[in-house]
């Protein structure tokens, strides 16, 4: 019995072990792969020879992926033959203490006057000595190092602790550093409970009250990097590279300039830190200025289009897209340019942010938030309606024919180049009611269209919650220039810290939830690393972003005047366009104003009570509507409003698999 339950007892350590270790080899894979799309994009801005140093970095990382991979083959499976030796190596300590020389971030800047050595190989001596032993503080438990109670680990993972414990964790002393993964998870996650200024008051606090005094110019540099202050140095750089959006708030720059300042003074090394961090701050934030500065622009072009256009007697634009004479994969090219555009915009924090509630939400009503992410979903609403637009361009049948075929080609081509979102904006719009009811318009469309864009539909089907769409994103992560359907990537945040409590009974945070939502940010800081490498066409992105679009009742207006409903739709027909007019109040262009842009979709059960809609469109899958995807997150700032008043249709629960268990 006794052995029995001991074999049993060690293969679920074993199990665990290799879970846990698993779990950092992923997470440094992932890094990776964002350090190097930015050094391709990197090359291309500064060239070959600037890009050296970085080149190094690179390196680094890769050693260290190499190594751990080696470790964890090694380590896992000699985990249960010698678990009863106390000088086993954890396996990993996930948010736990390292008191040995820090590994460089992946986030951090480019150090030109001292870049850091790669790591050399460990010979088999050292790996074993690794592997049979570790420095005391890597053995240590919190609670040893802080004589603290209030932090719970399981199989050597962080799984709560409360805020106050989590919070002394995050601060470095000569001891111990956070590891990198417990800093990117803290950060991103601490903002639930605590916001961003008064987390940097408490380190500019830590950082005046443990760094005294000028350090010895002669200070050997492995010394000086177990220091507080090249720590904390180290740390602010974390900071102010990944989450940079949050020195937009002035409250950040007070404690800000304690920190850097007091720090600066202890080493002319730790100065030139700070220096770098500052610099880089004040770039991406200037370079966050300048993106806010060309949306706005784009929305003074689009009211002035719009105003243009209603000014002259038109109901809409007189050019279309196909003007411009471009091939399907070159539209779908711009397209991409567009998508990467304002996916990069978006701050890993505002994914957070968009989710705090109660009384923390009020801190952040006054602070100067980043809206990058209501930019992004308010760029799919408008896609999909931009789509639509032009299908009904023309009371001619070829010309809608030639224009269906040529969109569902842009879809197929989105599709190869890895662009979902864009690819979601053809479905969607072609779902539209005011498209999907175009009887004799689909039945002229080519039977190579309707299989491909059948393809389409098949990759966004929401059945498992998207788990086809989930697949190929899975098999894509290592590639890259892949634009996500953004909408799921903002629910499967949401839901992830909002069905299950991030804080729990006796008042201690969650840490397993916070895990959970640094993996979902870590996926997306990897996605939004890429580049991509495509002729821009000015005039068409112009055209894209400020072009007029038409309403969802001068879509439905049009649709019917086109193609008339049959006798027996005709009363049903009038009365749904009817009511579109007075919810419209007769405007038959969309607002450009923020969030304006309803849903108009066609879905399954539309389709079989309106026998105007085609077989094709009946049978081919269920709508996949961008728009009602967007509402469901409800453009980020206001996502838990509009859940709490349930202005989700059942169509919008289908898409994003809200019904899905």
Known sequence: GNSSSNNIMAKEESDNARFWFGVQLEVTQKLLAAEDRRLATMQDQMGEDTVGLRRLGNKRLRKQFEQLNKEYDEAAAGFAAERNSVHMRSLPSVGGFRAQKQRSSVFSSLDLKRPEKPDSPL?????????????????MSPSMVHQHV???????????GSLEALVEVFLPTEIHMPDKLYIFTFLATSRLFIPPHELLRKLADHIKEHVTGPADDAIAADALEGTIAHRCAKLLREWTETFSYDFRDERM??????????????????????????RVLFQRLNALEQFEARLKREMELQIKARNDTLSAGKRRADNSVLDFGLSPELLAKQLKIIELERLQAIGPEEFIQTFVRNEAAEEFA??????????????????GYLIATELLGSDKLKDRVHAVEYFIEVGHHCYKQHNFNSMMGVV??????????????????????????????????????FRRYREEMMSLMQASNVVPFFSLMVKDVYFTQELQSVKLDNGHVNFDVMWMLSDRLADFMVLKSSSFKCERNDDVIRYLKTVPVVSEYELYRLSVRFEPPSKDDKGRTMARLTKLEESAKGEVLAPPSRHSVSGDTSSPRQASKDSSVPARSQSMGPSTSTNTATDAVAAASAIRARLADSKISEDAEEVLGFNES
């Open 123 to 139: 010979s088999m001596g050292e790996k074993e000595r690794l592997l049979s032993s570790s420095p005391a503080s890597d053995r």
């Open 150 to 160: 209030d932090l719970v680990y399981k199989n050597s993972k962080l799984v709560s």
């Open 253 to 278: 720059m007070l404690p800000f300039k304690e920190a850097t300042q007091t720090c600066a003074r202890y080493h002319p090394t730790v100065k030139a830190m700070c220096s770098e961090v500052q």
């Open 366 to 383: 006054v602070m100067r938030e980043a809206r990058n992410v209501e930019a992004y979903v308010e760029w799919i609403n408008r896609l």
């Open 428 to 465: 969607s719009a072609l779902n539209y009611a005011s498209v999907g009811r175009l009887r004799k318009t689909w039945s002229k469309v080519g039977s190579k269209y309707l299989q491909m864009y059948k393809e389409l539909e098949a990759v966004m089907n929401p059945t498992g919650n």
